[in-house]
């Protein structure tokens, strides 16, 4: 219900403004500032930097402001008998507490924190440009801010912070053994990093493709762009969690003893010497 509520506000908003803000660029040039980023700058500070930076700020302030919030004001009042929100907090934070200890039984307490804070960042930073802040260039243009992981840059530093943690678990539990074993999967931190950037990348792609063709551009990038960004925040988060939490506990599992083999005499197989045998007699 409310995900129909909000396509209905935004398509009632697109049908009212459509045409009322001028395209300054080609479609053409729209996707390679999307994939580049170098054309459309934002002024931070006296810095030309790119709008998924500065997303990424917001974003980050966004959740740590829920976060103080929630701690304050709604935890302390919690109930034996769960509320909705309370239910929703719950739920979520206890699937990534179960993702830890279920790929990762002998050590997940760092671990489920880590991916519990990487999967709300992915998860909020891709629904993020739903709300379609506006922002102006350093050229004087007025664009969305993009979800922060759409920036190769942001994409890749999240997958090499995800590899940095594998590692620390590694060294945590095997030492020496345990760098090994991650360094065997040297290239984990591209993978993991190309896969998001190019999940979302393609999203963003797609819905921008359809808002600028003029035909479309009234309710079809509603829905499309409400069901593309959804979709993509849910698989994206439980994929990088995942794999997190798999190759973790993978390096961080501590080696199984050997079993010793005992050698047992001929003598050691029967049930007694011969001399006991002449006693028994």
Known sequence: MLLIIIELVLAVGIAFTNGAVEKHESIKEMMRDAVLHEENKINLFGLAVNPSLVAGFVVTAIILLFAL????????????????????????????????????????????????ATGTYVFTGTLFELFGVQVLT???????????????????????????????????????????????????PLSMSFRLFGALLSGMLVTELIYFTLGLSILLPVVVGVMFTLLHALIQ???????????????????????????????????GTPAEAMQEA
Not at 85 to 108: I, R, Y
Not at 143 to 171: E, F, T
């Open 237 to 271: 988060a439980y994929v990088l969690t995942l794999l997190t939490a798999i190759f973790y506990g993978e390096v961080s599992e501590p080696p199984k003893p050997k079993e010793k083999k005992e050698k047992k005499s001929n003598k050691e197989k029967t049930d």
């Open 138 to 188: 350093t050229e004087g243009h007025s664009i969305s801010l993009p979800a922060p992981l759409a920036d190769i840059n942001g994409a890749i530093m999240m997958g090499c912070l995800s590899y940095l943690v594998i590692l620390s678990g590694g060294i945590k539990n095997n030492k020496l053994r345990g760098v090994g074993l991650t360094l065997k999967e040297f290239s984990l």
């Open 69 to 116: 919030i929630v701690r304050i004001f709604v935890i302390p009042r919690f109930k034996n008998v769960p509320g909705k929100f309370q239910l929703v907090l719950e739920t979520w934070v206890g699937f990534f507490e179960n993702l830890a200890k279920t790929n990762s039984p002998h050590s997940n307490g760092f671990l489920g924190a880590y991916i519990f």
